[in-house]
């Protein structure tokens, strides 16, 4: 990405009225943080309307026996999901951490400091979880392989699924995620304390702030495998709960988390019980 020094006394007079407004506009480093969580955040919903819309039956080639080979389209069509889904939920949770940034950016740039667009930054954070999708297509066409996956998209028991959120509560409480949970919740020190003016150094700083909102996050996601992967209801609720939780709402918010997550886990599996109970029909 370019760097940007300061824009506060640029003049845009040789621009037309219209150009010179909107290069204004987008030269401040808190605009393009804004424009790059909500534009970035629609293209992954967007993307994954399309993809639910023309593909009802999107894992198909992903569910049959051991012996078939997977389609090479059923997998791209898995791994395009899955980053659009950290599109969709992530980046929002992002906002605080993008908005930090871009205050000391353009604190920086009225001093004339040269500062690097927050658009390097987000590059960074979205490479982490990119990676983190690449391994959860992995993971959902093992586990499809492996009939733990119904239709190949949520867990065909509800003992599977119940572990699934028991993990999830669980490491809600764990000192990991607190750790990362707080470099999230508060980046300024990290910024202030690693603050780079190259391209480089700064996609190095988000490629940092995405593994901490991984070692946050990636449990809630797995989630996901428990519910349905395209559950749409699912996916605006977590990304709601993961971005309030960013947003410093306490330990007190994060262990209600937990044990929600784990008591829904619990019922899972005792209804799993129940529906198997001597007298009832399996």
């Not at 659009?84 to 353009?106: D, G, K, Q, R």
């Not at 988390?257 to 619990?266: F, P, Q, R, T």
Request: glycine share 10%.
């Amino acid at each position: 990405m370019a760097e940007m020094t300061d824009h506060t006394d640029k003049s845009f007079d040789h621009l037309p009225q219209a150009a010179a407004g909107l290069s204004a506009a987008f030269a401040r480093p808190k605009w393009i943080a804004a424009v790059c969580v909500v534009a970035l955040t629609a293209l992954g919903w967007l993307a994954l309307a399309l993809t639910i819309a023309g593909n009802n039956d999107i894992f198909a080639a992903i569910c049959r026996p051991a012996t078939t080979a997977l389609t090479a389209s059923g997998v791209a069509l898995t791994a395009l999901m899955w980053a659009a889904m950290v599109l969709a939920m992530m980046l929002p949770s992002a906002a605080p951490m993008l908005f930090t940034y871009a205050e000391i950016a353009e604190t920086a740039a009225r001093k004339k400091e040269t500062v690097v667009s927050p658009l390097t930054l987000a590059g960074g954070y979205m490479m982490v979880w990119l990676g983190f999708s690449a391994l959860a297509t992995t993971g959902q066409l093992a586990l499809s392989r492996a009939a733990l996956l119904d239709g190949g998209v949520a867990a065909s028991s509800t003992l599977f699924a119940g572990v699934i959120f028991i993990g999830a509560g669980l490491y809600q409480f764990s000192a990991l995620k607190h750790a990362c949970l707080r470099q999230c919740q508060n980046p300024f020190p990290f910024f202030l304390t690693n603050w780079a003016t190259t391209s480089r150094g700064v996609f190095r700083l988000g490629l940092k702030q995405g593994l901490y909102c991984l070692g946050c996050c990636w449990a809630m996601m797995l989630v996901m495998f428990a519910v349905g992967v395209m559950n749409i209801v699912w996916m605006a609720g977590l990304g709601i709960v993961m971005t309030t939780e960013k947003m410093g709402t306490g330990k007190w918010f994060t262990q209600a988390i937990g044990v929600a997550l784990i008591v829904a886990g619990a019922a899972f599996i005792l209804s799993g019980f129940a529906a198997h109970w001597p007298g009832r029909g399996i």
